[in-house]
């Protein structure tokens, strides 16, 4: 099995985004919106988005 190219999104689990650019990909919302709170926490500009994937496909 290939990977995707790094241009192509997700179709499956959650998205975190960071100013619009995808930065990550997990199997269960719990984590995407750990790891989001996470980087808001880094960042308190940032805007961090979550999602999921089947959404936006």
């Known amino acids: 099995m290939q990977n995707a190219p790094a241009h192509t999104a ?3 689990g959650f998205i975190v985004e960071v100013g619009g650019q995808f930065v990550s990909e ?3 919302l719990t984590a995407a919106l750990k790891a989001g709170l996470e980087l808001k926490h ?3 500009k940032a805007q961090v ?3 999921d994937a089947k959404d936006r496909a």
Do not use: G, L, Q
């Open 42 to 44: 880094r960042d308190a």
């Open 10 to 12: 997700p179709h499956d």
């Open 49 to 51: 988005k979550v999602y």
């Open 26 to 28: 997990f199997v269960s």
